[in-house]
């Protein structure tokens, strides 16, 4: 079991700032491949079809390994299994090099997926291992803003990088931002748990039934956030905004700012307190960008929808995770970021036919609809354990 922690103990650890750092550059060489390698797959010969193709296969081996990750890190050294993961991602993305043809670039995404997948897992446990218990919230919070700050700086890097130089450039930069977290990895002192052995069967420890709830609203969350990610671009073009990018800045900056906020709140009087505004930040975000036509109008919903954003998904993850006992932690983190995933997989699926058919202005007006949903199980869920 956990040791008694005190509202006193340190959180910002020379272990947790390495762990975030590593995480951060990871996220950072993902991002940079995620923005560019649609035009190498285009520069192969693949149409915007393999485009799609390739990034279902990075997302099902992802979702795949996530799992069977958790089980693993109930027994095996944190570190090293952390270690493997940035190491398959490392040696996949320098793989890209050699990739001739389409098939070649599902293949070696195929397999980024299983490291992908691995490490962002383990990262997660370890992550909640390192923070103090009364300070989850907040800690899983900061650990959360790793992906988000590299969501602002990995996709114009992959493309400047992209641009100097060609592909090897990219495929290289992004390569060492990988090695550096990797090398982090060896200066980090992973806390061992006292921890009660498992038997429960192989198969119903899959998943950690405790964590399925937070995880099913991660799921809508990631519905709704799949269709922001994957079609406001095109949105863009579809209502004359050509500085569309503008969202992403701006999301990120209030994802920053509100976390740290949230995650105190989280903390002291628990998810109540921030799932109800956060929901609801989240569906009005979505609402206002359905109707945008102005850069201020962008900015305005950039601004709602990150803070809706950025208290909901760190307070779903550090609800999932204390959910689980100590020897459950993986399996917590595996059932919430696969949840995550699904949903961002199904939100751009169903969502990208919506926009084709209709337009994407009403697309985002549907895909509103999962954060009133999320708002309602949750209070369904609150009413239900106070009465």
């Not at 750092?21 to 996220?27: D, G, K, R, T, Y």
């Not at 997302?59 to 190491?87: C, D, Q, Y």
């Not at 954003?309 to 020897?327: C, I, K, Y």
Request: aromatic fraction near 14%; charge should be positive.
């Amino acid at each position: 079991m956990d040791k008694k922690i005190t509202n006193n103990e340190s959180l910002w650890t020379k272990d947790y700032i390495l762990l975030l750092i590593s995480n951060f550059l990871v996220f950072v060489g993902f991002y940079m491949l995620l923005s560019t390698l649609p035009y190498y797959i285009f520069e192969m010969g693949g149409s915007s079809s393999h485009v799609g193709m390739v990034t279902a296969i990075f997302t099902v081996s992802a979702i795949i390994i996530r799992p069977f990750s958790g089980i693993a890190l109930e027994k095996v050294n944190k570190k090293i299994f952390l270690s493997l993961g940035v190491l398959i991602c490392l040696v996949t993305i320098g793989g890209f090099n050699w990739a001739s043809t389409v098939v070649g670039i599902m293949l070696i995404r195929f397999f980024h997926g299983f490291g992908w997948g691995i490490s962002t897992t383990t990262y997660g446990t370890i992550a909640s291992d390192l923070v103090p218990v009364s300070r989850r919230g907040e800690g899983m919070g900061y650990f959360s803003s790793a992906s988000t700050v590299a969501m602002s700086i990995g996709p114009p890097l992959g493309i400047m990088l992209m641009g100097n130089k060609g592909f090897p450039n990219l495929f290289m930069g992004a390569s060492i931002s990988t090695l550096i977290a990797l090398i982090l990895i060896y200066f980090i002192q992973v806390p061992k748990l006292e921890i009660e052995v498992n038997r429960e069967g192989f198969a119903s420890r899959l998943i950690e039934k405790k964590a399925l709830f937070p995880a099913f609203l991660a799921l809508l969350l990631g519905f709704t956030y799949g269709g922001i990610t994957s079609f406001i671009t095109l949105f863009g073009q579809e209502v004359g905004i050509e500085n569309v990018g503008w969202f992403f800045t701006i999301n990120a900056i209030f994802i920053l700012i509100i976390r740290s906020i949230a995650g105190r709140i989280f903390d002291k009087k628990g998810h109540f307190w921030v799932m109800v505004p956060g929901a609801i930040f989240s569906f009005l975000g979505v609402l206002i960008l359905s109707y945008v036509r102005t850069t201020g109008t962008l900015i305005l919903s950039a601004i709602v929808y990150g803070i809706g954003f950025g208290t909901v998904q760190p307070s779903l993850l550090a609800w999932a995770v204390n959910s689980a006992e100590p020897a459950r932690r993986g399996s917590a983190n595996a059932t919430y970021f696969s949840a995550f995933d699904i949903g961002i997989g199904l939100g751009s699926a169903v969502l990208g036919n919506i926009g084709e058919f209709l337009s994407y202005s009403q697309m985002y007006r549907i895909s509103s609809i999962p954060m009133l949903g999320l708002l309602i199980f949750y209070l369904i869920y609150w009413k239900r354990v106070e009465s």
